[in-house]
Nanobody, 124 residues
Framework: QVQLVESGGGLVQAGGSLRLSCATS????????MGWFRQAPGKERVFVAT???????YYADSVKGRFTISRDNAKNTVYLQMNSLKPEDTAVYYC??????????????????WGQGTQVTVSS
């Protein structure tokens, strides 16, 4: 079955960096768009970044220029490099898989497999 397992979260000071990893199994990784989302305390889960199976990337305005999504198809893993972290980046970060095989769409509502999440805390 489809499995997504995030790692790499932790506590970091403002201005620091973290790299999140999401190891996947149970599907043809290279043929699916992958995404990162986050949920801050008391708030809804929101889109952070996606990387289509074709390689194109999209970012939320709040993280553009600071975060980079990448994937290693040989390792079935997607990454999120987070630099210049701010306290407002504090959240549980979730890895997700899009519902469509080689889909041309990447709407946030179309991700239907999720990892368990990893906590990122940025102190001021």
């Amino acid at each position: 079955q489809v499995q997504l397992v995030e790692s790499g979260g932790g506590l970091v000071q403002a201005g620091g960096s973290l790299r999140l990893s999401c190891a996947t199994s149970g599907f043809t990784f290279s043929s699916y768009t992958m995404g990162w989302f986050r949920q801050a305390p008391g708030k809804e889960r929101v889109f952070v970044a996606t990387m289509r199976w074709s390689g194109s990337t999209y970012y939320a305005d709040s993280v553009k220029g600071r975060f980079t999504i990448s994937r290693d198809n040989a390792k079935n893993t997607v990454y999120l490099q987070m630099n210049s972290l701010k306290p407002e980046d504090t959240a549980v970060y979730y890895c997700a898989r899009h519902r469509g095989y080689r889909s041309s769409s990447a709407e946030a509502t179309e991700f239907n497999y999720w990892g368990q999440g990893t906590q990122v805390t940025v102190s001021s």
